[in-house]
T-cell receptor, first 112, second 114 residues
Framework: GENVEQHPSTLSVQEGDSAVIKCTYS??????FPWYKQELGKRPQLIID?????GEKKDQRIAVTLNKTAKHFSLHITETQPEDSAVYFC???????????FGTGTRLQVTL | ETGVTQTPRHLVMGMTNKKSLKCEQH?????MYWYKQSAKKPLELMFV???????ENNSVPSRFSPECPNSSHLFLHLHTLQPEDSALYLC?????????????FGSGTQLSVL
């Protein structure tokens, strides 16, 4: 069935370093891959998304890469700042379904 | 505050109570969702309404009953819940044509079932 695995579950980096979070998906028909950021006590917010016809997308300090052959996609955050501390969720949409399948989340802690 | 508002923010109920969660969006979206967020689990899709028609019912127990009277409002009626139903319930909305994409979430209702 549809499955999205996310690693690591927790990640601690020093301010200014880069952070990478990886997700794998099970269904090769997946065509849409968003990333959501959820700060403590707040709602999840979309930060970047990518479609299956694109291999990489960048928005300032964040980027997402997609490897369709290997069925994995990654979130890259460069020059991390304390306000990047949050839980990050990857997700995948399978075909034209209305359903997003989410990963279990990565708690990122950016230390000074 | 973003355009998706949920009330109440917190709810404590007994197993025999009946309560309702409310969601309202002012973004001009016409697809609305209920998600359940439990500790150390992925966000779980419960229901999807597109153009006020339920298009997804993700094997949710009948003690959860959704209602979508119009494209701006979504309810989740709760009755005879179990302690394992305690979780954060998140409402979201998006545009049809891209159903399932670019979700805008509300702040959620933190539900505790005693």
């Amino acid at each position: 069935g549809e499955n999205v695995e996310q690693h690591p579950s927790t990640l601690s980096v020093q301010e200014g370093d880069s952070a990478v979070i990886k997700c794998t998906y099970s269904d090769s028909a997946s065509n849409y891959f968003p990333w959501y950021k959820q700060e403590l006590g707040k709602r999840p917010q979309l930060i970047i998304d990518i479609r299956s016809n694109v291999g990489e997308k960048k928005d300032q300090r964040i980027a997402v890469t997609l490897n369709k052959t290997a069925k994995h996609f990654s979130l890259h955050i460069t020059e991390t700042q304390p306000e990047d501390s949050a839980v990050y969720f990857c997700a995948a949409r399978f075909g034209t379904a209305s359903k997003l399948t989410f990963g279990t989340g990565t708690r990122l802690q950016v230390t000074l | 505050e973003t355009g998706v508002t949920q009330t109440p923010r917190h709810l404590v109920m007994g197993m025999t109570n009946k309560k309702s969660l409310k969601c309202e969006q002012h973004l001009g979206h016409n697809a609305m969702y209920w998600y359940k967020q439990s500790a150390k689990k992925p966000l779980e899709l419960m229901f999807v309404y597109s153009l006020e028609e339920r298009v997804e019912n993700n094997s949710v127990p009948s003690r959860f009953s959704p209602e979508c009277p119009n494209s701006s409002h979504l309810f989740l009626h709760l009755h005879t819940l179990q302690p394992e139903d305690s979780a954060l319930y998140l409402c979201a909305s998006s545009l049809t044509g891209r159903v399932g994409e670019k979700l805008f979430f509300g702040s959620g209702t933190q539900l505790s079932v005693l």
